[in-house]
T-cell receptor
Framework: QKEVEQDPGPLSVPEGAIVSLNCTYSNSAFQYFMWYRQYSRKGPELLMYTYSSGNKEDGRFTAQVDKSSKYISLFIRDSQPSDSATYLCAMSEIYTGFQKLVFGTGTRLLVSP | KAGVTQTPRYLIKTRGQQVTLSCSPISGHRSVSWYQQTPGQGLQFLFEYFSETQRNKGNFPGRFSGRQFSNSRSEMNVSTLELGDSALYLC??????????FGPGTRLTVL
């Protein structure tokens, strides 16, 4: 079983929809939780990160971490066609910080106009 | 500010050969990490170098090695290539171990 599980999708939604992306994990030592976006033929880019539990909002994006359930989510409000990409969750332990990330396999999101 | 650059972008090799990939980090960044991305396994951490020293290592066989030079540029080497080594190899740099910035990757195909 992988340390981080993520539904590969694809997830298809109409423009303007609220998108919910999720990951589950098994390693209770994970303290940093990140979401990356990867467009085709590009490297991943960091969208948001949270440390430990709680919520974090940045524009149309909200990240949630529930450590008791070992479950993290990324919500995208008012989704746009330009949001079509693969979304990767990533996690790491406190002593490695942003390094030695453990990634989910990614969820492919398609937002249709 | 220039981003992370990786060369070459595409590479085709045959089984048993070796390959060297190069990564130039963002100017001023001293940490360079390498990841392997495949459809089945996703991104997997290979190793991280900071100031020419390997600081973290993933669970890959010894055929995968790397190094970092005094100008922070990094290379990774894969010896005795196997078909399963076909993947996108991503390099990421960071300043002090904080947010990582990824390059576009090198697509390696092993025939």
């Amino acid at each position: 079983q992988k340390e981080v599980e993520q539904d590969p999708g694809p997830l298809s939604v109409p423009e303007g929809a609220i998108v919910s992306l999720n990951c589950t994990y098994s390693n209770s030592a994970f303290q940093y939780f990140m979401w990356y976006r990867q467009y085709s033929r590009k490297g991943p880019e960091l969208l948001m990160y949270t440390y430990s539990s709680g919520n974090k909002e940045d524009g149309r994006f909200t990240a949630q971490v529930d450590k008791s359930s070992k479950y993290i989510s990324l919500f995208i409000r008012d989704s746009q066609p330009s949001d079509s990409a693969t979304y990767l969750c990533a996690m790491s332990e406190i002593y490695t910080g942003f390094q030695k990330l453990v990634f989910g396999t990614g969820t492919r999101l398609l937002v249709s106009p | 500010k220039a981003g992370v650059t990786q060369t070459p972008r595409y590479l085709i090799k045959t089984r048993g050969q070796q390959v060297t990939l190069s990564c130039s980090p963002i100017s001023g960044h001293r940490s360079v990490s390498w990841y392997q991305q495949t459809p089945g396994q996703g991104l997997q951490f290979l190793f991280e170098y900071f100031s020419e020293t390997q600081r973290n290592k993933g669970n890959f066989p010894g055929r995968f090695s790397g190094r970092q030079f005094s100008n922070s540029r990094s290379e990774m080497n894969v010896s005795t290539l196997e078909l399963g080594d076909s993947a996108l190899y991503l390099c990421a740099s960071s300043s002090q171990g904080d947010e990582q910035f990824f390059g576009p990757g090198t697509r390696l195909t092993v025939l």
